[in-house]
């Protein structure tokens, strides 16, 4: 459903929308200090259903027009993906009850959770706090989101609330207590000690045994992941959203909310980034949280990674799978691999990486017990061309994997002699083993040119681990990057693969230089919690 809020000028913005979605029009705020918020006005829901859902939905739009915010209006959830969700500063969820079912899919959820920690406002209403079929340890996550989560209540009735901040945008308006008609709810926990409460409701003022002891925060805002959220419980009833206090708490929460909004968390040096895979976000799931495609986030022609179902007997065991919240990497995800793979098919991509521009990567990594395979291979990426091993020329590319003791190394090959570690394919090999399952940064530089080069290997420092040159050949002809493997193995998929975890994955088209190392390698150790 489209609602259009202006004039027909409008009319070529909104057939642009998706499907369900209304675009709500905006007057210019005169006020030079105020600057326009963007919100997305989500009523997507699995549960019961409101008689004041549409007063919900028209009192945002209401406010959009008052203040000279851009209001899309939608319950559509394809919006939930990181390309769209990324315009706004707020996501509020209005008064959308999921207690019959799921509302998001894992992609939308992901997306959400990548809009939050870029810094970015959300907005609960009433029954947002009702959402309990999401899944997993993403449905923990939204409950901290809300700050707790609604179980019952008693029936409608008044009561008085009780002002705890009275100077906050959000209440600075109210008297020091606010008497209103309301569906009170009862908590699974009291969020008090994680959240800044701005009303509480006095639990004497109404009947019910659906109380919280005493203590009964009832609106609060908090930072959280990276974001503000702001939630009330308040908006069951359709005369409450026509009430001059609720929509003034509503606004000065948005306001609130969005003041945080676009914090900028990005690499601090892309020049010559290629890659970048970032298991936060950009991730395609199917079932059981495989995944069948790792996209890109530098925009380039290397678009994404994808499952890779050819010399497989069952359709779909290549993927591997996401593993979210990880409390360790400071509530990041990772993509777990137990010998699978993604491959990106752009053939010639990465081949100039070892004929002379040279490279620097990096793995946000940890790792498990290795299957006994190829002796010493168990790679975790690499571009390796291995087709035709009667003829020279065949061992081109670079990649990096570990050995059944879990001892790390990298290695870039010319195609220039046979075998597998000789002058031509030099190896470095840390004889000190990765320990299982703790999370680390791993890098590997080789120096641009076209004769002999420097390539180095760090762990968790900007201080070599290990160094070897490296006979360039400007001639050779690497093949298709993969993660989880060192080829595009379709003779023997997963033989030669890793068992462990990737959280980021980064490839630039250049070796960096020391200062620029440090600068990504200070910022890739604080954001994942990795300890040198």
């Avoid at 829901?45 to 939905?57: L, Q």
């Avoid at 992609?107 to 999401?134: D, P, T």
């Avoid at 791993?442 to 004769?451: A, H, N, P, Q, V």
Wanted: charged share 25%; hydrophobic share 35%; aromatic share 10%.
């Amino acid at each position: 459903m489209i609602k259009i809020n202006k004039k027909n000028l409008l009319l070529i913005l909104v057939l642009l929308l998706p499907a369900g979605v209304r675009l709500t029009a905006q007057k210019k705020r005169e006020s030079i200090n105020e600057r326009k918020i963007k919100i997305l006005n989500f009523y997507g829901a699995n549960g019961y259903v409101h008689d004041s859902k549409e007063a919900g939905i028209d009192l945002i739009e209401a406010l959009g027009l008052n203040n000279g915010w851009e209001v899309i209006t939608t319950d559509d959830t394809s919006i939930f993906n990181v390309k769209e969700i990324v315009s706004f500063d707020v996501v509020l969820f209005n008064n959308n009850c999921g207690n019959k079912g799921q509302i998001l899919s894992k992609g939308n959820q992901l997306a959400l959770q990548q809009f939050i920690r870029n810094g970015g406002g959300f907005v609960g209403i009433h029954c947002a706090g009702a959402i309990w079929n999401e899944g997993g340890a993403y449905q923990q996550w939204f409950e901290k989101l809300i700050g707790t989560k609604q179980i019952d209540h008693p029936k409608v009735q008044s009561a008085k609330l009780i002002v705890e901040d009275a100077v906050h945008q959000s209440t600075k308006h109210l008297d020091k207590e606010w008497t209103v008609t309301d569906e009170w709810h009862r908590f699974s926990f009291n969020p008090r000690k994680d959240v800044h409460v701005l009303l509480s409701v006095d639990e004497d003022s109404y009947e019910g045994t659906q109380k919280m002891g005493g203590d009964h925060p009832f609106t609060w805002c908090q930072q959280y992941d990276g974001g503000r959220s702001f939630f009330t419980s308040l908006g069951h009833t359709q005369e409450i959203y026509a009430d001059s206090n609720f929509r003034n708490l509503i606004a000065g929460g948005i306001e609130w909310a969005a003041d945080n909004s676009k914090k900028e968390d990005v690499l601090p040096i892309d020049n010559g980034l290629i890659l970048d895979l970032d298991a936060d976000y950009n991730v395609l799931i199917e079932d059981d949280d495989r995944i069948s495609t790792w996209n890109n986030n530098v925009e380039n022609e290397v678009k994404k990674f994808v499952q890779q179902d050819e010399g497989r007997e069952t359709k779909g065991s290549g993927r591997p799978s996401l593993k979210q919240n990880i409390p360790n990497l400071n509530g990041h995800n990772s993509v777990v691999f137990h010998r699978q793979e993604l491959v990106n098919h752009n053939e010639d991509a990465f081949d100039h990486l070892t004929t002379g521009s040279g490279y620097t990567w990096f793995s946000i990594m940890s790792v498990y017990k290795q299957v006994k395979g190829k002796p010493g291979v168990n790679s975790f990426f690499g571009n390796l061309r291995n087709t035709n091993l009667d003829k020279q020329g065949q061992y081109e590319g670079f990649w990096g994997g570990l050995n059944i003791e879990n001892q790390v190394w990298m290695s870039s090959r010319n195609g220039l002699q046979k075998g597998t570690w000789n002058d031509d394919s030099p190896q470095i090999l840390i004889e000190e083993p990765l320990q299982k399952s703790v999370y680390y940064l791993i890098m590997g530089r080789l120096d641009s040119g076209k004769e002999t080069v420097t390539m180095e290997m760090f762990i968790n420092h900007t201080t070599p681990v290990g160094t070897k040159e490296f006979p360039v050949n400007p001639n050779s002809n690497p093949s298709k990057m993969v993660i989880g493997q060192e080829r595009d193995a379709t003779n023997h998929p997963g033989v030669e693969s890793f068992d462990g975890e990737i959280a980021r994955f980064l490839i630039f088209e250049r070796p960096l230089s020391d200062a620029e190392l440090k600068t990504v390698v200070d910022y890739l150790m604080l954001k994942y919690n990795i300890n040198k």
